[in-house]
């Protein structure tokens, strides 16, 4: 079992930037791949990014690309997602996910253990 908790999360105009921080506990995160998802009210959750678990290959959506960055320290048990020039469509809750497999996934249903959310609310 894999317990994930995300924070960093909040309110920032547009233009600015968040850092968002997945914890994990329970078993070690070397051998996940995490991802960062993000579901805005009445839209279905979507992937934003994902790292493998070595860190060695990443994945980002094409909307994020270029302003957000994730990254994994595995002696910490955390993963991190650095957004740069948020927008206001970047407004929604992000989820830390996490999928016992080498290759990267971007498939909602393929991710096995899940954090609380954490919300970010870019203002115009």
């Known amino acids: 079992q894999v317990q994930l908790v995300e924070s960093g999360g909040g309110l920032v105009q547009a233009g600015g930037s968040l850092r968002l921080s997945c914890a994990a506990s329970?078993?070690?995160?070397?051998?996940?791949?995490m991802a960062w998802f993000r579901q805005a009210p009445g839209k279905e959750r979507e992937i934003v990014a994902a790292i493998s678990w070595r860190g060695t290959s990443t994945y980002y959506a094409d909307s994020v690309k270029g302003r957000f960055t994730i990254s994994r320290d595995n002696a910490k048990r955390t993963v991190y997602l650095q957004m740069n020039s948020l927008k206001p469509e970047d407004t929604a809750v992000y989820y830390c996910a996490a999928d016992q497999t080498i290759a990267i996934v971007t498939s909602v249903r393929r991710y096995d253990y899940w954090g609380q959310g954490t919300q970010v609310t870019v203002s115009s």
């Open positions: 329970g078993r070690t995160l070397s051998s996940y791949t």
